[in-house]
């Protein structure tokens, strides 16, 4: 009989082939797995209805001379789709979209997010992925441009993500549409779904998970924090010239400082005028454009009032220092400042030199450094208020929010639209209380892209109600927009925790975008410089509901208090000057729910720094995540920051290789530093990376 005998070299090589039958079984018992489902009918266009492909339609607006033909330049089959426009006048566009029905058009889940595919050929850069949904109350209606297509000749395909579907809607149709001259072949379109689900909460940090966390820093500031600008190297302007006193205004004592939260340290600058109660606004290349102060406080008999400056400034962040440009054509004590799409600024309002409103519109030329002359400059000869906050809407014009400080009774319905170029202005109706609007909150709500502004609070100096709760929210989009209702804020307490009731609410109140897509509401007072409100809440612009009860800051923030977002996802809160004349020099800084929520994702690279609009710029990151977006940079004072913007970056993703589709739109994102973020299903953000836009 013979006995096999097992050497070394045999074993193994039965081991091997036992690992091979096993994997065979393996593959054998595992079924492939099974393709993403694509959500669109007839996406390779070949069922043909009248001779046009079923489930589709001819779609565009505006004046062009342009041709739609089901062509036989297909990527696979028979039928692709050829749009060619011959020459054009004005805006508008062409595409063929999915038909807006319940059969055709693509069911989607809110919250959910999709991957949407094309292959296309294109002889012009002049495209846009474009996507309409179907909302179950107000029907369909735009919602937004994803990405901007390079030119193509042969048949490329292109992958974007959308953002979370908005709530209330069940549908979405979308396509690539053409806008200048030129030829766009398109097929095989495809539509998957690609949400992450939310993994289960891991805090483990108590209410700290729920509500968030205050801290108040160990130091004070060594200036009275009235204005304060986020600056792109991480950094914190806070400037107070003489910080509402007469006696340091007497002295000649005006201070500025630069606050660093990486450390917690503070570098003094020369600061040139009393910049208090100045304008401010962040330029294209980073540096701060000062504009306007205090010339004179009032008269002790009250007979004359403050007094503006004519005076402006620029500061550099690289030298700490401020350089004086030209004089504005008037004084300017309380201006605006909104920065437009072509990196210039329009300025505002305010009181003059004289101490009476200033009817000027002053503009700042970026190429030129310098402010137009009064004729050189278009001019309504309108008073605007005092802070009037003048938000970018994507077409150039400015909204008027109908948020300012001081002031009382101004014409009209308290909100409006302007048009600088056109020199008109169009009354908006809907604001609620509107001359109760003294020191409420108005932000652009994310995305910027879906253009909806949301006021909230306010008061009156000169009659000094009890500040009001109201909320009231305007889609810009629409044909004639107006202001509708929105939730009322929800209520706090007072001093030795008085809770509130019925009707009363805040002004001095701060709104600040987070990398979430959200909005923390924070601080404030119920009467004029007196009765500080313990009271925030997060705003979820996704279902316009408040979340209350977030943790409050235990430091009084009333009138001269600002709060802002920082590049690691905090917010920081300065200031508080009650009516007995004292400033309250203690920083507070809020961590929000999402950073007690497990790991934050991190941004590892960034292809490049200076980003071009309608690009598609390249990240990887560490983990997957859900969504990116371009924050700007606070600067804020009495409850203002017009130029505040949370910007939609829809992703193409590819792994942890991530494309981010830059809007092609300068209004919508004015050129400038912004804070890149990224988060993940539970929303926990990265830390930001700075990125300079245009």
Known sequence: MHIATWTPERRRLSQWTLLVLLASVALIATPAQAAPTNLIRNPSM??????????????????????????????????AMEITIESTSGAGDRKAMMLESPACAPQV???????????????????AVTVFRHDTTAGWQYWTDLATLPVA??????????PPVPADTDQITWGVSIH???????????????????????????????????????FESPVRGIHSVVLHNGKVLLIAGSGNDPDMFAAGTFKTAVYDPANGSFTNVETPEDLFCAGHVQLADGRVLVMGGNKDYPTADGTVGYKGLRDSFLFDPATNSYTRTNDMSGGHWYPSATILGNGDVISLGGLGEDSHGTVATEYWDADQERWLALWEANQTW?????????????????????????????????????????????????????????????????????????????????????????????????????????????????????????????????????????????????HNRSDPVYEASIFDPQTDTFTPGMATDPVPRGYHSSSFLLPDGRVMSVGDNPGDGSFDMRISVYSPPYLFQGVRPEIVTVAKTEWSYGATE?????????????????????????????????????????????????????????????????????????????
């Open 618 to 694: 390249q990240i990887t990151v560490d983990s997957e995540v859900t969504r990116a977006s371009l924050i700007r940079p606070a600067a804020v004072t009495h409850s203002s920051d017009p130029n505040q913007r949370f910007v939609e970056l829809p992703m193409t993703v590819d792994g942890n290789t991530i494309g981010l589709n830059v809007t092609s739109n300068p209004n919508i994102a004015p050129p400038g530093w912004y804070m890149l973020f990224v988060h993940n299903a539970q929303g926990v953000p990265s830390v930001a990376k700075w990125i300079k836009l245009g």
């Open 153 to 162: 000749g042969a048949y490329t395909q292109a992958t974007v993500r959308t």
């Open 46 to 79: 070949e069922t043909l209805s009248n001779g046009f492909p079923t489930c589709w339609e001819r779609s565009g607006w505006g004046d062009q001379n342009y041709t739609f033909d089901v062509s036989n330049q297909a990527r696979t089959g028979s039928h």
């Open 382 to 526: 309108s008073f605007w208020g005092l802070y009037p906050a003048m938000v970018l809407m994507q077409d150039g014009r400015l909204f008027y929010t109908g948020s300012h400080t001081f002031g009382n009774g101004l014409p009209g319905t308290g909100a409006s639209i302007y048009d600088y170029h056109a020199g008109t202005i169009v009354d908006v109706p809907g604001l609620r209380k509107k001359d109760e609007r003294d020191q409420s909150a108005s932000v652009l709500l994310p995305p910027a892209q879906d253009q909806r502004v949301l006021t909230l609070g306010g008061g009156n100096v000169d009659s000094n109600p009890e500040a009001n709760r109201l909320v009231d929210i305007i889609d810009l989009k629409e044909a004639d927009p107006r202001y509708r209702p929105g939730p009322d804020i929800p209520l706090g307490t007072l001093t030795g925790g008085v809770p509130q009731t019925g009707d009363q609410g805040k002004m001095y109140v701060s709104a600040v975008i987070l990398p979430d897509g959200t909005v923390f509401e924070t601080g404030g007072a119920m």
């Open 180 to 218: 200048g001259v030129g030829t766009l072949l398109t097929d095989d379109y495809s539509m998957v779904d690609v949400t992450v689900p939310t993994p289960d909460p891991v805090c483990t940090f108590g209410e700290e998970c729920v509500k968030g966390k205050w801290e108040v820093m160990p």
């Open 109 to 127: 889940t809110p919250g959910h997010q999709y991957d949407l595919s094309v292959w296309y050929r294109s002889t012009t850069p002049s495209t």
